[in-house]
C-alpha cells in the first residue's frame, strides 16, 4: 500500500491539527468521559500479573489505545497523511509504546530515575537498526503531531496560582538561571559552529527542563526530529550520574538543605532526577528543588513563544531561496500555532475552571499526556539510525552540551548561595 494511497484532499498543518485534537480532549474530559488511569508501578512478577495485567487494568490501557488511535486517525486524517496505512503501523507503535511505560514503572527502575523516553526510544532503535522497516512505514509516523498534542495537553498542568505559591526567590532563580544558561548554551554552540537547530535545542535542554525543552524549542522551529533525539538522548544521560553525585559533593562540603534544593533544581535538567536527588539530601531540599524546578517548567511556554519569534525574524531564507522581510505576517506564517493551544489550556485550568474540576481531570490528563510523548519517542526511535545519533559529527553538539551543563552547575550554585544562602 503507498502512502498516496489514501491521502485526502484536505489537508491542515499539523501545529492547527494538534490545537484542534488537544483541544478536542480536554473539552471531552470536562463536559463528558474522562480517561481511566491505569497503574504501571510494580516491584516483581506477583506485583506485574496482579496490578499492571490486572483485568481492570488491562481495560483501562485498552481505552486508552481506542482514544490515542482514533486520534491519531483524526489528525491524519486532518493533515491529509494515510490513515490506511496508520491503522496497520499505530497498534504495533501502541504496543512497543506500553512495553516501555511497564519497564519503566518497575521499581527498580524508578529508583535509578529511568523515565519511560528512556526505553521507548531504545526500543524504537533497537528495531530500527535491526530489521528494514518499509518506507511506508516510517512515512506513517507521526511524531512531531504527536508530540505538539502532549504539549498542548501540557498547559493545563501550568497553573498560575501554583507558580505564585513557589515564592519569589524560586522564581527569582529561574529566571536568572535560565537566562544567564541560555545565553550561554548558545554563545558555546556557536563558538563550535553548531547549526541552528542544534544550538537552539540545546541551549533550551540545558537551560530550561531538559526534555520538555527540547521538544518545545523542536516544536516552535520545526526542528529536525534526529537531531531532537539526539538532545533528549544527551539529557538523559547526563542527569543520571548528576542526580547521584551532585547531593552527596553537597553533604560533603555542608551546604544548607535550602541552597542544595535550590542547586539541585536548577542544574538538573529532568524533574525526576531533581525529586530523586532532592530525597537523597531531606525534606528542605526536596521541596526548594522541586519548587525551584517548576519554577523553570512554568518558563517553558514563554521560551517557546520567544524562540518562535526569534527563529522567524532570523531565519529569513524561504524555502524558494529568497530572503524574506521578517514581517508580520511572515512570523504569523510560521508561528508554531500549538503554542497558542498550550497558553489556551494553561489559562482555562488557571483562571477560569474551578478547582474542583480541574482536580478531577488531573490524573487522567497527566497520564494522556505523558502516553503522547512517550508515543512520539518510540516514533523517533522507530525513524532512526544509529549512525545518525553517534558518529564523527556528534563530538561538537556532546562538547558543548557537556561545557553548557559544567556552566550551569557553577552559576546556579553561586545564585543559590546568593538567594538562599
Known amino acids: 500500500m503507498t502512502q498516496a494511497a489514501a491521502k485526502t484532499g484536505f489537508s491542515l498543518h499539523e501545529d492547527w491539527a494538534s490545537v484542534i485534537l488537544g483541544g478536542a480532549t480536554i473539552l471531552i474530559f470536562l463536559g463528558w468521559f474522562i480517561l481511566p488511569t491505569p497503574t504501571f508501578a510494580w516491584k516483581d512478577s506477583s506485583e506485574l500479573a496482579q496490578k499492571v495485567f490486572a483485568a481492570n487494568n488491562l481495560s483501562a490501557i485498552a481505552i486508552q489505545f481506542i482514544y490515542t488511535f482514533v486520534v491519531a486517525i483524526a489528525g491524519a486524517i486532518l493533515t491529509g497523511k494515510s490513515w490506511k496505512n496508520l491503522v496497520i503501523v499505530f497498534p504495533i507503535l501502541f504496543l512497543l509504546t506500553i512495553i516501555a511505560v511497564i519497564l519503566a514503572g518497575n521499581s527498580t527502575i524508578k529508583s535509578l530515575n529511568l523515565e519511560a523516553v528512556i526505553f521507548s526510544l531504545t526500543i524504537g532503535l533497537l528495531i530500527s537498526n535491526t530489521l528494514t522497516l518499509p ?34 526567590l524560586g522564581l527569582i532563580q529561574a529566571l536568572a538561571v535560565v537566562l544567564s544558561v541560555w545565553y550561554f548554551a548558545y554563545w558555546v554552540c556557536r563558538k563550535l559552529k553548531l547549526d ?15 526534555v520538555s525543552a527540547a521538544i518545545a524549542t523542536a516544536g516552535a522551529i520545526q526542528g529536525d526530529s534526529k537531531k531532537l533525539s539526539y538532545v533528549i538522548s544527551l539529557v538523559l544521560i547526563v542527569a543520571i550520574p ?9 553533604n560533603h562540603f555542608h551546604f544548607s538543605q535550602e541552597v542544595t534544593g535550590a542547586w539541585l533544581g536548577g542544574s538538573i535538567d529532568t524533574t525526576g532526577a531533581v525529586v530523586a536527588s532532592g530525597t537523597l539530601v531531606g525534606d528542605t531540599a526536596l521541596k526548594i528543588s522541586t519548587i525551584v524546578k517548576f519554577s523553570q ?32 505576517g511572515l512570523i504569523w506564517e510560521r508561528f508554531p500555532k500549538f503554542v497558542l493551544g498550550f497558553v489556551a489550556a494553561s489559562l482555562l485550568f488557571s483562571f477560569i475552571l474551578r478547582p474542583e474540576a480541574v482536580a478531577s481531570v488531573k490524573d487522567s490528563m497527566k497520564s494522556i499526556q ?13 525513524e532512526t539510525k544509529f549512525s545518525d545519533l553517534f558518529n564523527e559529527n556528534s563530538k561538537k553538539p556532546l562538547y558543548a552540551f557537556l561545557i553548557a551543563q559544567g556552566f550551569n552547575i557553577v552559576i546556579t550554585l553561586i545564585i543559590a548561595f546568593l538567594l538562599f544562602g
Open 370 to 382: 505523558t502516553l503522547w510523548f512517550v508515543l512520539a519517542f518510540t516514533s523517533i526511535g522507530l
Open 297 to 328: 517548567n512554568v518558563l517553558l511556554g514563554v521560551a517557546a513563544f520567544a524562540i518562535s519569534i526569534y527563529w522567524t525574524y532570523t531565519n529569513k531564507t524561504q524555502k524558494d531561496g529568497t530572503v524574506a522581510k521578517p514581517t508580520l
Open 196 to 210: 541552528e537547530e542544534l544550538t537552539m535545542m540545546i541551549s533550551s535542554a540545558v537551560s530550561i527542563c531538559g
Open 242 to 250: 548528576m542526580m547521584i553525585v551532585m547531593p552527596y559533593i553537597a
Open 135 to 168: 518506507d511506508w512505514f516510517r512515512n506513517t509516523l507521526s511524531t512531531e503531531l504527536f508530540v505538539k498534542i502532549g504539549l498542548v495537553l501540557l498547559g493545563t498542568g501550568v497553573i498560575f496560582s501554583d507558580i505564585l505559591k513557589a515564592g519569589a
